[in-house]
């Protein structure tokens, strides 16, 4: 697929689609491996706590006859598969459009149960807006930890619980089918994943997730594509072999039922620092926190950001008629108080005042002559203009000697900025030009990067040299603390996209979410990295990060029913760990989808 | 002997400037005194009726105190676990809470302050006294009237007080799906607390938060420095969720 996810307009399905599909279930999830006969000719009686007692007779290899809390006996197709001493099967129970997973430890007899249901018609609080129904298509779950009872044996006292483990660990998988998916689980209730096979663009995307350990080297993990399609993904693996074995039930964006069984190998590509307490083990499950409720959710509820779901469309008209209410540039005063994603800005240069310089792009790009007579104006003249524009700006000093500035282009409609980053020792700039509105949103920004020189009296720039995209920050993360009371962790996680993950009050990382980006190396260390919400609030960052200081600045860019606002970014970094995952991406990589 | 004088003497004192204020520590000598044997005899002895009619006012007061503890120690306790939407039903129905220069009135103003102010920013839970800044507690004290149908009290509290960011920027929403998304400080003072009893019970009539030290502190932090935090400058409607008149406040 080359629409991206966070695009595209997945069915609506109905109840009643979705029941006359799931009919197919009753035979059991396929499998390209063999199924395990394991349970062949077994009964057992799984308990779990606050949740269903579920009593199992196992035909043969691929029909059970099963019981909940000692209800009538249903029968049902399952599959079953093994990974070392774990057996894990499937099976659905399509009249009631849920389905049970069930993952066993021999060694132990602990059982983790995944409820799975579609249609549940759950409801979910949104942020700021009146709850939402969730989806028919999007597949809830629900874990019970338990045990398989023994005749003569007491209860366990410990059972198989939710772990921070896996938190900072990434992977790359290769299923049997061919299907071929990295995962950074940068957060203990999401999975970050860019799926190698299925789509066209390597962009990643953030699916609300499970992980469950079995022992110091099992562990169980799970993840819906909740606000895509509501795929979900479920596995038990042991990282001693990087193996797998799993299940995928849900509809893809043809709107096909998937319900198979997987195995797969892979191998870990790398570890990042987790930052909460050395006594925090993630026992604790992360779920919806509304001020002042803070009490566990229902049934199928977990914490899932759904910014689509807040984000008002606007026309394009409607939003230049805000900006001509109100375009604020850089707080709106000379003096104004640093703004919130600024307290920890870089500081503001007088590099430029005084100089006088064109700044010419390539390929037929803009010609601008700019003047700066102060610390926090400047006067710009595009080629084959007479008159000045007279606009505010803030300049940083990003790297020795290379200057970093923005300001809005004079009148312009759409409502456009530009950012330019201008190396005073060697002449190359690159301008990152955005302005309001995309073919999605009028309230959407977009931007694009062009390169260029800077010609200055004494400086002799380049003919061919030019800054250049570059893939030099790919897995590499950082937490940035715009203020004390602000940090987040971008992940670099793919040459398209990035990822930014919030700390919770200790630290543990927690809510995430994922947008596209561009990166532009201006130096060695030093770094042009570009990112837009979309599809989520239409905002962009467009940061100079210099990881020589681990300290990043730069300007923020949005508009919408209030207006536009050209704003100011700068954050104190962290590095905290890096992905091997460069040699997964490029054309090259692309084997057709 | 000796010890029962010394107890009398005590309640002597304590009925001069404050008439009926009891410290807890002397109500409890007091109750032990009259659940001793050798010191019930002592005290029938003088002149029975007055002293058994003493006695009993003594222990009515002394368990209209132990309400009045327990009441406040289930304000905290609700605070400090977010239950806000049960604080509500403790006050009166025409009761007022000052909070940070702001008088919030009646049940609806009670509402707001609790439901959504507090709610809003995670305020009260109980946290440790910021370390380094100078802040001497008052003793909590109980004080019931003579007609024991009203009383006033004293507790210290040092509690985490917070505020939402105000920004609809992606991080703050994300922060506030998981709980976040506050600015958190900590404060410490005293509850001033007037208390009324009606055939229901004792309920707050007024409450005082009498803030004596704000600092940048959170548990686990091992510094803090002394904080300003602006009072309310609006009222409601034009604050959403700020008080029905501003105050003075401490």
């Known amino acids: 697929m080359n629409i991206p996810m966070h695009r595209f307009k997945y069915t609506k399905l109905t109840k009643d689609q979705i029941g006359k599909a799931l009919k197919a279930t009753e035979a059991g999830p396929k499998s390209k491996s063999d199924l395990s006969d394991v349970l062949k000719g077994k009964s057992i009686k799984i308990i779990t706590q606050n949740g269903p007692v579920l009593e199992y007779k196992f035909d043969d ?68 807006g009146d709850p939402i129904v969730v989806d028919d298509r999007e597949v809830q779950r629900q874990l019970y930890f338990g045990y398989v009872e023994v005749a003569g044996q007491e209860a366990p006292k410990e059972l198989h619980h939710l772990t921070n483990r896996l938190e900072g660990k990434g992977l790359y998988w290769k299923q049997d089918t061919g299907h071929e998916v990295l995962e950074l689980y940068a957060s203990v209730a999401n999975t970050n994943f860019v799926d190698l096979t299925r789509q066209a663009d390597d962009l990643s995307y953030v699916a609300p997730s499970d992980y469950v350990r079995v022992n110091h080297h099992i562990f169980i993990h799970d993840k ?120 920890n800005n870089m500081p503001y240069s007088d590099i430029l005042v005084g100089k006088k310089f064109i700044l010419r792009y390539d390929n037929g790009g803009p010609v601008r002559h700019y003047e700066f007579p102060e610390k926090y104006k400047l006067r710009y003249m595009e080629e084959g203009e007479n008159k000045w524009h007279e606009e505010p700006c803030r300049v940083y000093e990003g790297d020795d000697n290379l200057a970093w500035f923005a300001h809005m282009l004079t009148d312009s409609k759409p409502r456009a900025s530009v950012k330019m980053a201008v190396d005073l020792t060697n002449g190359l700039t690159t301008c990152i030009h955005s302005h309001m509105g995309t073919k999605y949103y009028g309230n959407e920004t977009t931007y694009r990067a062009i390169f260029g020189v800077c010609e200055m009296e004494g400086l002799e720039p380049p003919q061919y040299v030019r800054h250049e995209f570059t893939d030099e920050l790919v897995g590499h993360a950082f937490s940035w603390s715009y203020s004390d009371q602000m940090t987040s962790m971008h992940l670099y996680t793919s040459p398209h996209s990035m990822s930014w993950t919030i700390f919770t009050a200790n630290q543990t990382m927690g809510a995430q979410w994922c947008s596209p980006c561009i990166y532009v190396k201006l130096r060695e260390g030093v770094y042009l990295f570009c990112q837009n919400e979309e599809a989520c609030n239409g905002a962009q960052m467009i940061e100079l990060i210099n990881t020589k200081v681990t300290h990043d600045c730069g300007f923020g860019f949005s508009g919408g029913a209030t207006g536009v606002n050209l704003g100011v970014v700068g954050a104190l970094g962290r590095h905290i760990g890096c992905f091997n995952i460069r040699e997964f991406y490029g054309p090259k990589k692309k084997k057709g989808v | 002997m000796a010890i029962l004088k010394s107890q009398t003497d005590d309640m002597q004192a304590d009925r001069g400037r404050r008439s009926f204020i009891w410290k807890v520590g002397a109500g409890m000598s007091a109750v032990a005194a009259a659940t001793v044997p050798g010191y019930a005899k002592t005290l029938f002895s003088s002149d029975k009726k007055t002293n058994i009619d003493d006695l009993a006012k003594q222990i009515t007061i002394l368990e209209n105190e132990k309400i009045i503890n327990v009441l406040h120690k289930q304000y905290e306790e609700l605070l400090d676990k977010g239950r806000y939407s049960e604080i509500p039903a403790m006050f009166t129905d025409n009761a007022e809470v000052v909070f940070n220069g702001g008088l919030f009135k009646g049940t609806s103003g009670i509402k707001r302050l609790f439901c959504n102010c507090f709610a809003s920013g995670m305020t009260g839970r109980k946290i440790n006294h910021a370390p380094g800044i100078d802040f001497k507690p008052e003793q909590d004290r109980v004080e019931i009237s003579p007609d024991q149908r009203s009383a006033k009290a004293i507790f210290t509290y040092s509690i985490q007080v917070g505020a939402p960011i105000d920004s609809d920027s992606t991080l703050v929403k994300m922060a506030r799906l998981q709980g976040e998304g506050i600015r958190k400080w900590w404060e410490a003072g005293v509850y001033e607390v007037s208390y009324v009893k009606d055939i229901k019970g004792w309920k707050i009539e007024r409450l005082e938060y009498k803030t004596f030290a704000k600092a940048d502190y959170k548990p686990g932090q091992s510094y803090a420095k002394p904080i300003s935090i602006p009072i309310f400058s609006k009222v409601f409607p034009a604050e959403p969720f700020g008080p029905d008149r501003l105050v003075k406040s401490v």
């Open chain 1, 224 to 343: 819906t594509e909740c606000e895509f399609s509501g795929m979900f993904t479920s596995f038990v693996c042991d990282l001693f072999e990087c193996t797998q074995a799993g299940v995928r039930l849900g509809f893809n964006e043809k709107d096909e039922l998937e319900y198979y069984m997987f195995r797969g190998e892979g191998k870990v590509v790398g570890q990042l620092a987790f930052l909460e307490p050395f006594d925090e083990h993630g026992k604790s499950g992360m779920v919806y926190q509304a001020p002042g409720d803070p009490t566990i959710p229902g049934k199928w509820q977990r914490m899932t950001y759904r910014p689509a779901r807040t984000f008002k469309y606007m026309t394009d008209e409607e939003v230049h008629e805000a900006a001509l209410k109100n375009t604020i540039k850089f707080g709106g005063t000379e003096g104004a108080a640093p703004q919130m994603m600024a307290i």
């Open chain 1, 61 to 128: 290899k691929n029909r059970l006859t099963f019981s909940e809390n000692g209800g009538k006996k249903i029968k049902a197709g399952y599959g079953a598969l093994t990974l070392r001493q774990m057996i894990f099967f499937s099976h659905m129970m399509p009249e009631d459009q849920r389905g049970y997973n069930v993952y066993i430890d021999q060694d132990t007899n602990l059982v983790t149960v995944i409820e799975v249901g579609l249609s549940t018609g759950r409801t979910e609080p949104t942020l700021g």
